[in-house]
T-cell receptor, first 113, second 117 residues
Framework: GENVEQHPSTLSVQEGDSAVIKCTYS??????FPWYKQELGKRPQLIID?????GEKKDQRIAVTLNKTAKHFSLHITETQPEDSAVYFC????????????FGKGTTLSVSS | GAVVSQHPSWVICKSGTSVKIECRSL??????MFWYRQFPKQSLMLMAT?????????EQGVEKDKFLINHASLTLSTLTVTSAHPEDSSFYIC?????????????FGPGTRLTVT
């Protein structure tokens, strides 16, 4: 089955700096890679996702890159703000087949002002 | 986007009792739903895949006789934790994808906080 590794587990940055979180996956059949932000006690909130037919996707300050050959994908947050502080999870699935998401262990991002 | 609800949002039960958690897709039909468990400061761990009209598929290490899943309609899946113990205390979240749209996005319920005393 799919296995997703996520690094780092914690990340502290100054406001305005960039933050990068990296994930690797094991199943070459996975073709859907979403990123979630989760606040304590709440459901995961989708912040950006990418399909395997695309190498990069950007939405304002957030971008995701995908390297299918190396089986890794990364989340990039630019111009970080204190409200970006949260736990971030990457995930992978065979999206077209409607299979379950397999999550990485999460990254706690702290943005200090 | 599509909406998934869960009920209850939190529940406290005594050790040895059973508790049922409902997951509903409110504006789409979900042939498949997923159940996750999340312990404090940990990730979401897939417990089982719930298939409408057929038996659920459980992940390795998840006891199917303890975590009973029923997906009797296209909009409702239930998870029953039987003979609950304190170690079952966790945050349980369901998700589903709308199979009739092109998006691969999965929609999560708000979660159910289970505390077993």
């Amino acid at each position: 089955g799919e296995n997703v590794e996520q690094h780092p587990s914690t990340l502290s940055v100054q406001e305005g700096d960039s933050a990068v979180i990296k994930c690797t996956y094991s199943d070459s059949a996975s073709n859907y890679f979403p990123w979630y932000k989760q606040e304590l006690g709440k459901r995961p909130q989708l912040i950006i996702d990418i399909r395997s037919n695309v190498g990069e996707k950007k939405d304002q300050r957030i971008a995701v890159t995908l390297n299918k050959t190396a089986k890794h994908f990364s989340l990039h947050i630019t111009e970080t703000q204190p409200e970006d502080s949260a736990v971030y999870f990457c995930a992978a699935s065979q999206g077209q087949a409607g299979t379950a998401l397999i999550f990485g262990k999460g990254t706690t991002l702290s943005v200090s002002s | 986007g599509a909406v998934v609800s869960q009920h209850p949002s939190w529940v406290i039960c005594k050790s040895g009792t059973s508790v049922k958690i409902e997951c509903r897709s409110l504006d789409f039909q979900a042939t498949t739903m997923f159940w996750y468990r999340q312990f404090p400061k940990q990730s979401l761990m897939l417990m089982a895949t719930s298939n409408e009209g057929s038996k659920a598929t459980y992940e390795q290490g998840v006891e199917k006789d303890k975590f009973l899943i029923n997906h009797a309609s296209l909009t409702l899946s239930t998870l029953t934790v039987t003979s609950a113990h304190p170690e079952d205390s966790s945050f349980y979240i369901c998700s589903a994808r709308d199979p009739y749209v092109r998006s691969y996005e999965q929609y999560f319920g708000p979660g159910t906080r289970l505390t077993v005393t």
